[in-house]
């Protein structure tokens, strides 16, 4: 029997490679997994029964385009939609063996920080059903932590994946931007989209980058590595600076209960040979969120332009044209992507374009310097990936502000376009609290190698108290 | 109605199809004419997560055109996204180019008979074309009353370049001119067919008028699509006609979209779209900033032909300027170049080319052009059936003058002197009415003289010959 809580990918592809299990009776280890808890979770919006590959399985966020297998990315506007093409990712994946286990719930086309705004249903987080996973990719991070798939594959816009992790308690990546290719991921903000890995471990989470990364020739936005994945292996941190970026650390709103955990594990650094010292980022704590909240939606709103019901997806029976587009729209949008048309319609008019995303993409400069000279010094930062643990579903949906401040520490590090670790560093009131880790860009490596020391240090039990047998 | 008071401020949009084997942000294959929807790709019909990709061949040949305008090529120009919702159109977006084009500010040198014109040039730049829609069923044709649209989406993701005039053009003649010799110095750069009845050259006129004299301008009209040069003309004089008798009448002339009505000759305001044009203009996020190498640009600038309006102003000075157009718009001006360099006279040549060599249907490039000159040396002095047969056979392959020069007209006149006066001599009755007072006669004589000669004799030096020897 095998214990999909505790069983990391790399055990499964080992267990896989002496034979000592199928790739079709892991698959269905999983199914059977998925049948007993994914009732209760609703981590899944589509379960594959079969696949190909003779490797081990894995979960995609459904805004990660799969040719055969619907992709709704949460939306009741692509309800039935069935790529006729992979994203590339998912090309890279299947030439690996990998097998799609199946696809996971998201907020309606990446936009949220609970999962709640799917039109299918929210998931509900591991360590207490009655409360979030975060969001977006509360899906793929809930059945990590659920042991409903050995890893997964997310989106991070703004915090999408790290600030899921966070809250189940697992280790997402937010890659360099441009490091994955983006080609056949439903687009939410193209300047700011990037897939990621989710996964038990640091290790786990290192080696599934390596699979994905690299330049994209459908992608022109993509770069290669300019070095290769390395798997962390030390158990140590002698040599590496890292930085505490007071304002992220001291912000407003951060619990008590998650500043202790990160500062513990901020300390556990400094003994395991880290040279820790503290650093600012005022402007970009002051401005990152009013900058993305003006990029994002922007960008959203002509991305989300061709779902039309002229080519597929949902159509409203209309009288005409215009009227046609109307209707489906409305009906087929929920109101968070319908916020985010209307605010980034408005940033991008005449007479606004200037005052609003213009201004937008200057500051998003001033913080990429910012952070650009912190790295002048140090070699990672360190801050909380989410100023609270999950809280109760329904908390926040009627507060789109306060939605919106879960993610106040992901994303400054987004607009810069840099990579961000979370690794889980301890409970707070019982629920699992993330340590945000971030590098300069390619950093990747420096990354792994702080978050696997630490993932050994801290000793944090990946799975929840309530399943634990 | 005074219209010569008024002169008229003519700008011109002019779009050209680029000749790409595939489309401008994917590899979907562009053929003219393929079954509808067939040619058709996730990128071209705007699926979840499709990314464009930039035709290179497309970024060269707009380079290419840039440079043949005099434009300044951007060291980082930027793709733009112009956002509008239409069936046509499946991102809700089109790729175009904003802030940043590939070709900023440039001239044309327009040749006209009194010097050159420059027109300036506000951009040319890069973007791709929408589907094709086919309103079908209803009564017109037309959205309006349409049953039900269909979307061909094989053209789709054509390549475009957009090239903006300054409004620096002052009549409908010379509009047209203007768009003639462009689309002739696109076309010759190898970049587009460039054929406005297929489509793959539009036209968006701006016209407004003014008083001579006066500074600044009036409300321009915009006319949307013209798809011929004759039509272009006819729209602009129907805009300067009803908007001199609109100002001159005191009536208010406003800005906007109108559609050329060739049935009635007139101008009808275009149906306005239901929403307002704004269309969000903000830099492509899935693409990054193309940044032409300077090796490119100076290779490009080195591979540009002889641009049709430097070729008339080079051979003007030696055949004037109607015929120099004429050589250089009809393209057979190579054929003249030829000509000339291998010894023929200049209007000689130009003349030849114009006349004989296009009467005869020939291909001008498969001409001999050094047997063709030795023929035209000779062109006085050949029979005129034999020197037509000659220009006739010079695209021939292996074409050569000698047989022809062989049969050249006797006019040395002491060798003909002998046989005049022979046929004078057998001819007294001929002789005897000429000297009656009927001149017409001596046509007979020459004719004999020809005979006798088998065509070879100079025709003009028989008939001076007779003359001189009838009247002594």
Do not use: N, Q, W
């Given at each position: 029997m095998i214990d999909t809580l505790r069983l990391t990918a790399e055990q499964a592809s080992e267990l896989v490679r002496r034979r000592e299990i199928s790739p079709a009776e892991l698959h269905a280890a999983y199914l059977e997994a998925i049948a007993a808890r994914d009732p209760e979770l609703h981590c899944y919006l589509h379960v594959c029964e079969e696949a190909e590959g003779e490797g081990i399985p894995i979960a995609l966020k459904d805004v990660i385009g799969t040719r055969g297998i619907p992709t709704t990315a949460g939306s009741r506007i692509l309800e039935g939609y069935v790529p006729v093409y992979d994203a590339t990712v998912v090309t890279r994946l299947k030439a690996r063996g990998l097998r799609i286990l199946g696809k996971t719930n998201t907020d309606e086309f990446a936009m949220g920080s609970s999962t709640e705004n799917s039109a299918y249903g929210p998931t509900r987080n591991p360590w207490d059903p009655s409360r979030v996973p975060g969001g977006s990719g509360g899906g793929s991070a809930a059945a990590v932590t659920a042991g409903l798939a050995p890893w997964a594959l997310g989106s991070d816009t703004g915090g999408s994946i790290k600030q899921p992790s966070a809250l189940c308690g697992n280790v997402g990546l937010r890659p360099t931007y441009g490091t994955v290719s983006r080609y056949g991921i439903v687009a939410f903000a193209s300047s700011l989209d990037q897939v990621g890995p989710v996964a038990r471990t640091v290790r786990d989470c290192a080696f599934l980058y390596s699979l994905i990364a690299g330049r994209d020739?459908?992608?022109?936005?993509t770069v290669d590595l300019p070095h290769p994945v390395e798997l962390p292996e030390g158990d140590d941190l002698r040599g590496l600076r890292i930085g505490v970026p007071k304002e992220l650390n001291e912000a407003e709103g951060i619990e008590p209960g998650v500043s202790a955990a990160v500062a513990r594990a901020i300390e556990r650094c400094r003994e395991l040979g880290a040279e820790v010292g503290e650093c600012s980022l005022p402007l970009s704590a002051e401005y990152g969120m009013p900058c993305y909240y003006l990029i994002a939606p922007a960008e959203a709103s002509s991305n989300l332009a061709?779902?039309?019901?002229?080519?597929?997806?949902y159509r409203a029976r209309a009288a005409d044209r215009v009227e046609m587009y109307a209707r489906t729209r409305d009906e087929g949008f929920g109101d968070e992507p319908k916020r985010r048309i209307l605010v980034g319609t408005y940033a991008l008019s005449a007479g606004y374009y200037d005052a609003f995303y213009g201004q937008a993409q200057k500051v998003r400069t001033v913080i990429r310097r910012e952070h650009d000279a912190a790295f002048e010094r140090f070699d990672a930062l360190a801050c909380?990936?989410?100023?609270?643990v999950a809280f109760p579903l329904g908390a926040r949906t009627q507060h789109p502000l306060a939605m919106y401040l879960s993610d106040l520490l992901t994303i400054p590090s987004c607009l810069a376009g840099l990579p961000g670790l979370n690794i889980p560093c301890g409970l707070s009131e019982g629920l699992p609290v993330g340590l945000q880790l971030i590098g300069p860009q390619f950093g990747e490596n420096t990354l792994f190698r702080i978050g696997h020391a630490l993932e050994q240090a801290l000793g944090f039990d990946p799975v929840p108290a309530r399943l634990r047998s | 109605m005074a219209v010569r008071d008024w002169e008229a401020v003519i700008g011109l949009e002019v779009h050209a199809h680029l000749k790409t084997r595939t489309k401008m942000f994917c590899r979907c294959e562009l053929e003219y004419g393929a079954p509808e929807n067939t040619r058709t790709c996730p990128v071209c019909l705007a699926h979840p997560g499709a990314l464009p990709v930039p035709n290179e061949r497309a970024i060269e040949q707009t380079i290419k055109l840039g440079l043949a305008l005099d434009c300044g090529i951007a060291a980082r120009a930027i793709f733009a996204r112009k956002n509008y919702f239409y069936p046509d159109l499946p991102k809700g977006y089109q790729i175009s180019q904003y802030e940043a084009p590939l070709a900023g500010r440039g001239r044309f040198r327009l040749p006209r008979p009194d010097g050159d014109r420059e027109i300036g040039i506000v951009r040319a730049h890069l973007e791709e074309d929408a589907a094709k829609t086919v309103h079908a069923g209803g009564a017109t044709g037309r959205s309006v009353g349409a049953d039900y649209s269909l979307v061909d989406f094989n053209r789709g993701g054509t390549p475009l370049v957009e090239i903006v005039t300054e409004p620096d053009l002052r009549s409908a003649e010379e509009a047209v001119w203007f768009l003639r010799l462009l689309r002739q110095t696109i076309v010759e750069l190898g970049?587009?067919?460039?054929?406005m009845e297929k489509g793959t050259l539009r036209a968006d006129v701006n016209v407004s008028v003014r008083r001579r004299g006066e500074e600044g301008y009036r409300p321009r009209w915009e006319i949307k699509n013209m798809n011929s040069f004759t039509f272009v003309g006819r729209a602009i004089e129907a805009a300067i006609r009803q908007q001199v008798a609109a100002h001159e009448a005191g009536e208010p002339v406003e800005q906007s979209t109108y559609d050329y009505d060739a049935d009635t000759d007139r101008l009808t305001v275009h149906r306005s779209k239901?929403?307002?044009?704004?269309?969000?203009?903000?830099?492509?996020?899935d693409l990054v900033p193309v940044e032409p190498p300077a090796e490119l640009v100076e290779r490009l600038r080195a591979e540009l032909p002889e641009r049709p309006a430097d070729r008339i102003r080079r051979i003007e000075p030696a055949v004037g300027f109607d015929a120099a157009v004429e050589l250089v718009t009809t393209g057979r001006d190579r054929l003249y170049d030829r000509l000339v360099a291998a010894g023929a006279e200049a209007r000689v040549a130009a003349n030849a080319v114009m006349n004989e060599v296009a009467a005869a249907g020939i291909d001008p490039e498969a001409v001999d052009a050094g047997e063709l000159a030795k023929v035209l040396g000779a062109r006085e002095r050949l029979p005129r059936d034999v020197y037509l047969e000659a220009v006739a056979r010079s695209a021939d392959p292996g074409f050569a003058a000698a047989p022809f020069l062989e049969q050249e007209a006797v006019s040395d006149a002491s060798a003909l002197e002998p046989v005049v006066e022979a046929v004078l001599a057998a001819n007294p009755e001929q002789v005897q009415t000429y000297l009656g007072g009927k001149e017409g006669v001596l046509g007979y004589l020459v004719g004999q003289v020809m005979r006798e000669t088998r065509g070879k004799a100079d025709p003009r030096v028989v008939n001076r010959l007779l003359r001189e020897k009838l009247r002594a």
């Open positions: 020739p459908c992608d022109s936005t061709r779902y039309d019901g002229v080519r597929y997806g909380p990936t989410s100023p609270t | 970049i587009s067919d460039a054929e239901e929403e307002a044009d704004d269309y969000r203009y903000f830099p492509e996020p």
